[in-house]
């Protein structure tokens, strides 16, 4: 008798170690048992939260942030040229008003160049909290849509027509000694060199419009699909 109670004990530990060794970890053995009742379930706080809206690409969030570094390089160059530290113009005499003019030109296209991270931000889409009395507001397509365009637009265009003014001299240059610019010297070409990047500013605006407008698009139309 005491031996056939040995066995059954016997038995039924081995069954308990086979159970919590198939169990996963951090699983006692009374969820294990009651897990395959548990397996046919569904979530469905999971379903009612509706369609998950798209987020920037990858590729494209990398496209809005070098669109700064674009004009990072031109304008670092227009403040050593405030501070004399951008070559032979030691004797140029500085009108009262260009020195604020050229330091803001270089804020004003920074800054220009930072609203493209909006493209690929929440904020693009959805006005920030800290914004008085449009904040939470949705921003529409076309709204962040239409400057972005014209701007990557113009961009174009100006760097376009600079290029080949300085190709085919449309017009006399416009700075005080009436003749071009310098290609030679190690100044000049730090000039060309810091001015050069600016050429992808607005293609590289313009590849990041398309994918915002298609990427808002999609997720409106995501979002006014009748759920199932």
Known sequence: MKTQVRAAESTMSATAAAAVAEAPVGTSVGATASAPADRGRVDHGLLDRGPVEKSAPRWAVRVAHAIPLCTLPSGLWRVALVLGLAGD?????????????????SV??????????????PWGEVVPRWVPWLRGRRIPTLAAVIPAAIGATLLTLIVLYAVLNQIFNFVQPLNDTGEGFSFSGPAAWAMWTA??????????LAIVTVAYYRRRRANEALTAAPRA
């Open 108 to 121: 004003v296209a920074e800054v220009l160049a930072l609203l493209a991270l909006g493209l690929v931000r």
């Open 195 to 204: 001015y050069a990047p600016l050429v992808a500013w607005g293609p590289l």
């Open 89 to 105: 113009d030691s004797g140029y005499q500085w009108s009262a008003w260009e020195r604020p003019y050229v330091l803001g030109l």
